[in-house]
T-cell receptor, first 115, second 112 residues
Framework: QVQLQESGPGLVKPSETLSLTCTVS????????WTWIRQTPGKGLEWIGF???????SHNPSLKSRVTMSVDTSKNQFSLKLTSVTAADTAVYYC?????????RGQGTLVTVFS | DVVMTQSPLSLPVTLGQPASISCRSS???????????LNWFQQRPGQSPRRLIY???NRDSGVPDRFSGSGSGTDFTLKISRVEAEDVAVYYC?????????FGPGTKVDIQ
């Protein structure tokens, strides 16, 4: 069974960079799209971006150029970096498999931007 | 961005009775490949979202057959034929046709 596990710091200071990793088990990271989505009480579920195993990616224009996504096929992991965070980036962050019809296979991780 | 609208936002239901949630998009969700990327998710309290339905009407493995999806173009519906206690959750529709993909605001289903 495919499982995803998000990991990373739960606290990030304003203006710093949020970094998260998603470890995939039960499936190869090859030949699939991989996705980051976040959830806040105020804005609900919001797409961050998705990427293919070759590194091609698309991110939500609302996040401007703050998003970088990458994949490490040797570790079966993919990662998210969000720069210049503010309190508005406080959210539960989910990684998921597929793009147009995502499967949430992890528990999500709460990231709080807090000084 | 494509705006996804759901109604109602709150749905008290009686156990054993049917329930229906409407989802409307601000643009047609038919993609250039001919598919319509409209998904439904269930999020139980304290859990991550779970995909129930993909491409309008395809039920995911393990999803009870009391859940069904229908619709086309800009109007879609999720139906629960007979609500059970485990169906208490927030239900979201999501479009995967136009980037950035977007979710509806959610419909909270609880037992009255």
């Amino acid at each position: 069974q495919v499982q995803l596990q998000e990991s990373g710091p739960g606290l990030v200071k304003p203006s710093e960079t949020l970094s998260l990793t998603c470890t995939v088990s039960g499936a190869s990271i090859d030949s699939h799209y991989w996705t980051w989505i976040r959830q806040t009480p105020g804005k609900g579920l919001e797409w961050i971006g998705f990427m293919y195993d070759n590194g091609d990616s698309s991110h939500n224009p609302s996040l401007k150029s703050r998003v970088t996504m990458s994949v490490d096929t040797s570790k079966n992991q993919f990662s998210l970096k969000l720069t210049s965070v503010t309190a508005a980036d406080t959210a539960v962050y989910y990684c998921a498999r597929f793009a147009r019809d995502p499967e949430f296979r992890g528990q999500g991780t709460l990231v709080t931007v807090f000084s | 961005d494509v705006v996804m609208t759901q109604s109602p936002l709150s749905l008290p239901v009686t156990l054993g009775q049917p329930a229906s949630i409407s989802c409307r998009s601000s643009q047609s969700l038919v993609y250039s490949d001919g598919n319509t990327y409209l998904n439904w998710f269930q999020q139980r309290p304290g859990q991550s979202p779970r995909r129930l339905i993909y491409q309008v009407s395809n039920r995911d493995s393990g999803v009870p057959d009391r859940f069904s999806g229908s619709g086309s173009g800009t109007d879609f519906t999720l139906k629960i034929s007979r609500v059970e206690a485990e169906d208490v959750a927030v239900y979201y529709c999501m479009q995967g046709t136009h980037w950035p993909f977007t979710f509806g605001p959610g419909t909270k289903v609880d037992i009255q």
